[in-house]
């Protein structure tokens, strides 16, 4: 009988033992994967304003794009208007050779 509590005893000192061993390397991965989590949220956070900025940038592209044609359709139609002034402004040499 003795034996027994005293095998029962050894087996509770050494899972004491062993529960205690372990629990510095279990609180320093609970550490780690709290660490990982924060940085994961960082890096998720992180994509989602790069993703925001880029559809930025695509909006501004966009509207770049429209305002450049816009830029050259106006650029065509002023030397059309251009050209047809010019056709119908009577140069000074012509108006001397009409006096």
Known sequence: ???????????VGGTACTI???????????DQRDQQDA???????????????????????????ATG???DQDKSRLQADREQFDKRVISYEELLKEN
């Open 39 to 65: 940085r994961i949220d960082e890096i998720h956070l992180a994509h989602k304003n790069l993703r925001s900025h880029q559809e930025q940038l695509n909006d501004y592209s966009a509207t770049l794009r």
């Open 20 to 30: 205690l061993a372990l629990d510095a390397w279990r609180r320093k991965l609970l």
């Open 1 to 11: 009988m003795v034996y027994i509590i005293m095998v029962l005893i050894g087996f």
């Open 69 to 71: 044609s816009q830029l």
